[in-house]
């Protein structure tokens, strides 16, 4: 992953090591795409972190989903805390690629196969990845990286 050197905040910022663990265990993430009037659009939605590229799970009838296929760039937030002291996410931005049909049918499609092998282990419990006609799949793989982990900024113990 290319991660870019952050100015700001290089104490609290994730290594490359806990950013993947975060990325990987989290759940849902926020996304924002630019509307055609430019404002920007929000929407959770579920994801998997394959160590180089995060795979958005996005219904093809969405608002989100019009808006990429007009203007793929997008800025993804995953985080995660409560109390200030706690709080840590990343922040990824770049263009998604469409993958696979959409909506996604289970066509046979290699480069699926990883994103589809997470996912239900992943939400679902289970090995088989249900195919419901009205989702597919937007691959993100990241331009940009911020992070940021507050619990670093506490205290010594002594």
């Known amino acids: 992953m290319a991660v870019t050197e952050?100015?700001?905040g290089r104490r609290i910022m994730m290594t490359p090591g806990e950013l993947d663990a975060f990325?990987?265990?989290r759940r849902t993430c926020r996304a924002a795409t630019v509307g055609t009037d430019g404002a920007p659009h929000v929407g959770a939605l579920?994801?998997?972190w394959d160590g180089a590229s995060l795979w958005l799970y996005?219904?093809?009838r969405s608002r989100r989903w019009a808006q990429l296929l007009r203007d793929p760039r997008i800025a993804v937030v995953v985080d995660d805390g409560e109390e200030y002291g706690e709080l840590?996410?990343?922040e990824l931005t770049g263009r998604v690629?469409?993958?696979g049909e959409a909506p996604r049918t289970g066509e046979r499609c290699p480069q699926l196969a990883e994103a589809e092998r997470?996912?239900?282990a992943k939400y679902f419990g289970s090995a088989g990845m249900p195919h419901d006609g009205r989702h597919a799949w937007l691959r993100l793989t990241p331009e940009k990286v911020a992070s940021w982990d507050f619990r670093k900024l506490?205290?010594?113990q002594s």
């Open 97 to 99: 690629e469409f993958v």
């Open 88 to 90: 840590r996410g990343a």
């Open 118 to 120: 997470l996912f239900p």
């Open 46 to 48: 579920w994801f998997v």
């Open 6 to 8: 952050q100015r700001r």
């Open 58 to 60: 996005s219904l093809t």
């Open 23 to 25: 990325l990987r265990d």
């Open 154 to 156: 506490a205290p010594a």
